[in-house]
């Protein structure tokens, strides 16, 4: 008897989200806008959140992403986007993890 497994979710956040949506869950992208000095990923990153926590991508690393999560969450409930900054000037930085010197600016937002 051949055993059958389903196929591996899509590793790209974008086609992870629109998997999502087509399946009827709610998705936020988060996407890196702006970064200055050391960052931990490029302008452009995305990470793709699913309303029951499923995250596939990155936009840096640590609690810099719990804290994305979080926003994520927010977007999918109200439906409204945030704007995200990180860096050594703000005293949340060292909080959630960003101890590269650097700063990041990471746009997030509900998909419909």
């Keep these: 008897m051949t055993e059958t ?20 869950q709610q998705v936020a ?6 970064t200055w000095g050391s960052s931990p990923r490029p302008v452009g990153s995305k990470l793709a959140v699913r309303d029951d926590g499923e995250m596939v991508g990155s936009v840096s690393g640590g609690c810099v992403e719990g804290a994305v999560v979080d926003a994520a969450m927010r977007a999918m409930a109200s439906g409204r986007p945030e704007t995200l900054e990180f860096g050594v000037a703000n005293e949340d930085a060292w909080a959630v993890g960003l101890a590269c010197g650097g700063t990041i600016e990471i746009f997030v937002e509900a998909i419909t």
Excluded: I, K
């Design 5 to 24: 497994t389903a196929p591996a979710p899509p590793q790209d956040p974008l086609l992870a989200a629109r998997s999502w949506l087509d399946d009827g």
């Design 29 to 34: 992208v988060a996407t890196v806008m702006r």
